[in-house]
């Protein structure tokens, strides 16, 4: 019996399970494996909601916002009486007949017809009794040794642009020259001893104007002075 050898005796508990690794991975597999059966049975498990079941509202979902739309006109059955609109029926309007009837102007105020009577025309403005249109004043601006410069200024009295015209008549002498002040020029016609002078653009109602001129071995004092036909004043 002693020559006999004893077989070597397998480890237990948490040894055995150290030596043996291969008892961990089919520990493992049986574990995945039921766990897949449970999942499988739970999903086949739920069915569907019955027919007639309520079913849960559904979340409602963010859109853009959008205008409302111009309301469109829906068409009232034949059965129903027709709509009736303000101002297009007398019954329902609440106006007269009269009102109903009649047409009046949008503005609320009653339009004007010429009738065809007389126009009345105005007759050009002319100056008060007595008192000349143009009135003119002559006087000596400057004098000097052979000759000196006179002027003639003018008011147009009246209420109307007028032209004018001025004559001047003097003892001998000879006319140099003659201008108006700031205005365009006129015309000017010598006769001898005498000059007349047009002008050459009208003045406006209450303006002045002055014609000057110079005149050399004269008197500066003239024997006659108009502004259109009247006889100036200053001398």
Do not use: K
């Amino acid at each position: 019996m002693s020559g006999m050898r004893r077989a070597p005796r397998l480890p237990h508990g948490p040894a055995a399970i150290v030596s043996s690794p291969w008892i961990v991975v089919g520990a493992g597999v049986v574990v995945m494996v039921v766990l897949l059966f449970v999942a499988l049975g739970a999903y086949r498990g739920r069915s569907p909601a019955p027919d007639g079941a309520p079913v849960p509202p559904a979340l409602p979902l963010p859109s853009a916002v959008v205008a409302p739309s111009a309301p469109t006109s829906v068409s009232a059955p034949a059965s129903s009486p027709a709509p009736v609109l303000p101002g297009l029926s007398g019954r329902a309007s609440g106006l007269p007949p009269s009102a109903v009837a009649g047409s009046r102007s949008p503005s609320g105020s009653p339009s004007v017809v010429p009738t065809g009577g007389p126009t009345v025309t105005r007759s050009p403005s002319r100056a008060p009794q007595g008192r000349p249109a143009m009135s003119g004043r002559y006087r000596v601006v400057q004098s000097f040794d052979g000759g000196f410069i006179g002027e003639v200024s003018m008011v147009n009295t009246s209420a109307e642009s007028r032209g004018w015209t001025v004559a001047l008549e003097f003892s001998g002498g000879r006319l140099v020259t003659t201008w108006v002040e700031g205005v365009p020029q006129g015309t000017v016609r010598h006769a001898g001893s005498s000059f007349t002078y047009v002008s050459g653009v009208d003045v406006r109602p209450g303006g002045s104007v002055s014609l000057r001129f110079h005149l050399e071995r004269t008197s500066s004092t003239p024997r006659a002075c108009t502004v259109d036909g009247l006889r100036c004043s200053g001398f």
